[in-house]
Nanobody
Framework: VQLAESGGGLVQAGGSLRLSCVAS????????MGWFRQAPGKQRELVAR???????SYADSVKGRFTVSRDNAKNTVYLQMNSLKPEDTAVYFC??????????WGAGTFWGQGTQVTVSS
């Protein structure tokens, strides 16, 4: 199983970006999917997550600005980021709990390689 993120880049404060993450491989079921971020010198933190039935949760710092969504048919999760701030600058990682053909007895946790988001002031 692999997760591949895209959509990062450089944007001015107040701007928007949309991140995408596609899961591929011998997937049987994709459960919760989410986005984490890690800024230089800081710990990785949860940004948003979405369950397989569409329930969402967000970090307080992004509520009202970010929206997580998914397309189950495409095994894809999105993160729409609006009203970006310089403090949103970080590497954003996709995470997913996936039951795959190699481990059908339980879900494993998989990570993407990360995509850089830089917000200039």
């Amino acid at each position: 199983v692999q997760l591949a993120e895209s959509g990062g880049g450089l944007v001015q404060a107040g701007g928007s970006l949309r991140l995408s993450c596609v899961a591929s491989g011998s997937i049987l079921t994709v459960n919760t999917m989410g986005w984490f971020r890690q800024a230089p010198g800081k710990q990785r933190e949860l940004v948003a997550r979405i369950t397989s039935d569409g329930s969402t949760s967000y970090a307080d710092s992004v509520k009202g600005r970010f929206t997580v969504s998914r397309d189950n048919a495409k095994n894809t999760v999105y993160l729409q980021m609006n009203s970006l701030k310089p403090e949103d600058t970080a590497v954003y990682f996709c995470q997913a709990a996936i039951i795959d053909a190699n481990t059908p007895w339980g879900a494993g946790t998989f990570w993407g390689q990360g995509t850089q988001v830089t917000v200039s002031s």
